[in-house]
C-alpha cells in the first residue's frame, strides 16, 4: 500500500486546524448564498425569537419541534413550553444583540475590544467559532453587505 509518511500527514492535520485570523475570516458561510463569503463583511441576523433576562442576559427560544406534524400532533399533548430556553452569557448576549442585519461582523468584533478590552483582531477567531455554530443550529442567518 503506497500513500503518505506518516509525518506529512500528523503535519496536513496540525495545519488544518492552525489558521491565520486572515485564514479564518475567509472560511466561507454559505447559507443564504451560493458564492463563499468574507465573514468581516457580513451582517449577520437573528433568525429565533428572544427575551431578555431581568439582568440583562438573552434567552433564546428555541423550538421543541420544528416539523409541521410534530408541532401540530405532539406539542399539545406536552404540559411544557413550546419552548427550550437557551441563557447565553454577557459576550454571546452582547453578540446577540448586535445581530440585527445592519452591523457587520466587523464592527461586532471592534465592540467586543471595546467593552472587554482588547483588539478587534483578538476577537475575531472566537466570534467566528461562535457565529459558526449559531448559523450551524440555525439561530442565525448571514446576509451579504449588499442586501
Not at 503535519?11 to 458564492?35: I, K, N, Y
Not at 405532539?74 to 445581530?99: H, K
Amino acid at each position: 500500500m503506497t500513500g503518505c509518511p506518516k509525518e506529512a500527514i500528523a503535519d496536513s492535520t496540525v495545519a488544518a486546524h492552525t489558521l491565520s485570523l486572515e485564514e479564518w475570516a475567509q472560511v466561507p458561510f454559505t447559507r443564504m448564498t451560493d458564492q463563499p463569503l468574507n465573514l468581516l463583511e457580513q451582517k449577520p441576523i437573528r433568525n429565533l425569537e428572544w427575551e431578555t433576562s431581568g439582568d440583562g442576559f438573552v434567552i433564546l427560544l428555541v423550538p421543541r419541534f420544528r416539523h409541521p406534524l410534530l408541532i401540530r400532533w405532539i406539542l399539545p399533548l406536552l404540559p411544557s413550553s413550546p419552548y427550550i430556553r437557551v441563557r447565553l452569557d454577557a459576550l454571546g448576549s452582547l453578540v446577540w444583540q448586535l445581530c440585527d442585519g445592519k452591523t457587520s461582523v466587523n464592527r461586532i468584533c471592534e465592540r467586543l475590544g471595546e467593552e472587554n478590552g482588547g483588539d478587534s483582531d483578538s476577537w475575531t477567531v472566537r466570534l467566528a467559532e461562535f457565529l459558526r455554530k449559531m448559523e450551524r443550529d440555525g439561530f442565525l442567518l448571514v446576509r451579504p453587505v449588499g442586501d
